[in-house]
């Protein structure tokens, strides 16, 4: 079936700090990839997507490369503020469905 | 654009009483989504429409779960009964299609408590 796995949170850095947030997938077809943020007491909002293998979405700082040979999604930011704190879902898409199935999302706390 | 709107933000009831909540998608969008999000199940899709019509709605808990859209600017989730175990965060979602590659905008959500 289709699944996304993200690594176990929280994940706590001091600001200026580089980020990984691991997302792998499983997927049958060719799915769209996109990273979700949550902060805190509000609804998700789209931070960054990719359509096709090898696209790289980016916004805000963040970064992420769609691996189709590792089935792999990373989020990455070079320096972490304390405004970045909140939690990050990865998520796939079909273009044969309308679903878009969510991650669990990994929470991120940065300290001053 | 003012974005999903939802309401109430929060809200508070007692076991066994109807609740009601609310939504606005943004406008020109026509496609509709209910999510609920908990601690232990993460965030779940209840319900999906597309131009007012319930596609699938294989993700509500129970009959006690109900929704509508009586138009292209509204929608609602009942819940009647409540029991506890439905306190949870609820998103309405709106995308202008519903193609997963189309972005879904996520409303603030209700915080529903039932005690």
């Known amino acids: 079936g289709n699944s996304v796995t993200q690594m176990e949170g929280p994940v706590t850095l001091s600001e200026e700090a580089f980020l990984t947030i691991n997302c792998t997938y499983t997927?049958?077809?060719?799915?769209?990839l996109f990273w979700y943020v949550q902060y805190p007491g509000e609804g998700l909002q789209l931070l960054l997507k990719?359509?096709?293998?090898?696209d790289k979405g980016s916004n805000k700082g963040f970064e992420a490369t769609y691996r189709k040979e590792t089935t792999s999604f990373h989020l990455e930011k070079g320096s972490v503020q304390v405004s970045d704190s909140a939690v990050y879902f990865c998520?796939?898409?079909?273009?044969?469905?309308?679903?878009?199935?969510f991650g669990s999302g990994t929470r991120l706390l940065v300290r001053p | 654009d003012a974005g999903v709107i939802q309401s109430p933000r929060h809200e508070v009831t007692e076991m066994g009483q109807e609740v009601t909540l609310r939504c606005k998608p943004i406008?020109?969008?026509?496609?509709l989504f209910w999510y609920r999000q908990t601690m232990m199940r993460g965030l779940e899709l209840l319900i999906y429409?597309?131009?007012?019509?319930?596609?699938?709605d294989s993700g509500m808990p129970e009959d006690r779960f109900s929704a509508k859209m009586p138009n292209a600017s509204f929608s609602t989730l009942k819940i009647q009964p409540s029991e506890p175990r439905d306190s949870a965060v609820y998103f309405c979602?709106?995308?202008?299609?519903?193609?997963?590659?189309?972005?879904?905008?996520f409303g603030p959500g209700t915080r529903l408590t039932v005690l």
């Open positions: 979602a709106s995308s202008l299609l519903g193609e997963p590659r189309n972005e879904q905008f």
């Open positions: 997927a049958t077809g060719y799915p769209s």
């Open positions: 990719a359509t096709k293998a090898d």
């Open positions: 998520a796939l898409g079909l273009d044969s469905s309308y679903k878009l199935i």
């Open positions: 406008s020109g969008h026509n496609s």
């Open positions: 429409f597309n131009n007012n019509v319930p596609i699938d």
